[in-house]
Each structure stands twice: as structure tokens, then as C-alpha cells.
């Protein structure tokens, strides 16, 4: 397979940045180093995921990826708003709902590109990679095409002299097609974990976990990080979101 170059990969303990790892490496990009952030997100849970899924790419590709996580708390609490890092409720409601507003952490995603392309230059990694993908777009700007094109051309030209660019394989696809790679190419989607709340198993409920649902449903499998009675509850919550319209 050809060599594609390095990458520091952003990833979350989510189903997409999961996917995007074993996609990444199936296009033949070397991985150098994943980070994770840690802004102050009731949801810590996503971060010890993102570490057992590292230490399953490392064991399934004899890889020797380094995890990284970023301790942004003293940020987070200057950017402390909504319902991810500051204090509203979580909205029981589906993703593209304009409530979901709530759980934008303001320029999360510029803040992570930018601190992911400094250690790229560090590492002397050609590409950062994140896993923005088409059904965020409603509600959070900067999974959008125009925002990435933008961030690259920030990020190459303030770099110039050990350009670095990003990868966002996943911006033009939605969740479901997203999902679609993960499950194909046999990523531990087991692993991962999306939902909002803080809680010990997926609420089901939240904007994600309504999200989560439907894309496992629209590729006609179960989701592998539920137990089989869990499934069954995420599926009439998701039909009863559903209905609400
Ligand atoms: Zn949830």
C-alpha cells in the first residue's frame, strides 16, 4: 500500500474519530500520535474509551501510537457555556434540533485543530486528522467544509515552514456512512461512547445517543456497545423522538 504520511489524530472515545482511525490506516496513513482533550466535559467517559481504543489499534496493527490527553480544564473554564462543560441540561431531543445549541463548546474544534497542528509540527507529522462529518453540520459550524478549508489554510500558511494540513476523510459523509466504515472495517465500535450525560451506561435520550441510534439502525445493526435489552430501549426512544417530529 502506498505510504500516505504521518498524522496526529484527534480523537474523541466516539464512533466517528474511531472509524476515522481505522480508516486513516487503511488508506495507508501512518498514525504518529492520538490526542484527546480534556475541556471540563461532564462526559470523562469518552476519554477512557479513546484509551482502550488506542490499545486496541496498537495490538490489532503492532502499532505504537502514543495517547495523548490534553488537560484544557483551566480553558474549558473560561469558555464554560451549555450543556457540555457549563451548567444547562442536556436537551432530550434529536440531533439536528435547534436546541442542541446547547452542547456547542464554544470554538471547540478550532481550539483542537490548532493545539493538534503545533504537536503535528513537534512530531514533524505531515497531516492532523478529525472526524467532522456531514450530519453535524446544523448545529455545529466547525464540522462544516468551509470552516476546514479556512482552518487548513490558517494552519499550512501560519506553518509554512513545516507545512502541516488537515484531514477530515469524514466531512462530506453522513453518520450513518460514517458508522457504515466504521463497522466494515471492523473498528471496536464496542469500545466507543458518545452520549452527553455523565451517567454510568448511554442515556439514550440525549441529542447523540438519538443520533447513535439511527445510524446503526439505518445500516441494520445492533449497536455493539449495547446489551440486547438496551437496544431494545434505545429503539423505542429513538421512535418516540422520532414521532415528535
Ligand atoms: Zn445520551
Known amino acids: 500500500m502506498e505510504e500516505k504520511g504521518t498524522v496526529v489524530a484527534i480523537i474523541s472515545g466516539g464512533l466517528d474519530s474511531t472509524s476515522m482511525l481505522w480508516f486513516l490506516h487503511s488508506k495507508g496513513y501512518s498514525i504518529v500520535e492520538a490526542i484527546s482533550f480534556d475541556y471540563g466535559q461532564k462526559h470523562v467517559k469518552e476519554l477512557d ?92 459550524p466547525d464540522c462544516r467544509p468551509e470552516f476546514i478549508e479556512a482552518m487548513d489554510k490558517a494552519i499550512y500558511l501560519g506553518n509554512l515552514w513545516t507545512p502541516v494540513n488537515i484531514i477530515a476523510p469524514f466531512q462530506k459523509m453522513t453518520k450513518k456512512e460514517v458508522t457504515q466504515q466504521g463497522l466494515a472495517l471492523g473498528a471496536p465500535l464496542e469500545l466507543t461512547w458518545s452520549c452527553y450525560k455523565g451517567q454510568d451506561r448511554p442515556c439514550m435520550e440525549c441529542g447523540t445517543c438519538l443520533e447513535r441510534t439511527e445510524a446503526f439502525l439505518l445500516n441494520n445493526t445492533r449497536d455493539p456497545a449495547l446489551s440486547e435489552e438496551e437496544w431494545q430501549l434505545a429503539i423505542q426512544k429513538y421512535e418516540e423522538h422520532k414521532q415528535k417530529g
Open 49 to 140: 474509551a479513546a484509551k482502550k481504543i488506542i490499545r486496541r489499534f496498537n495490538s490489532e496493527f503492532s502499532q505504537n501510537v502514543k495517547h495523548q490527553v490534553v488537560d484544557l480544564r483551566n480553558v474549558g473554564r473560561l469558555i464554560a457555556k451549555g450543556a457540555l462543560t457549563g451548567n444547562e441540561e442536556v436537551p432530550a431531543e434529536m440531533y439536528d434540533k435547534e436546541s442542541q445549541r446547547i452542547t456547542i463548546v464554544p470554538n471547540r474544534n478550532g481550539i483542537m485543530l490548532n493545539i493538534a497542528a503545533g504537536r503535528a509540527v513537534t512530531l514533524e507529522s505531515r497531516f492532523i486528522a478529525y472526524a467532522a462529518h456531514a450530519s453535524d453540520y446544523s448545529v455545529y
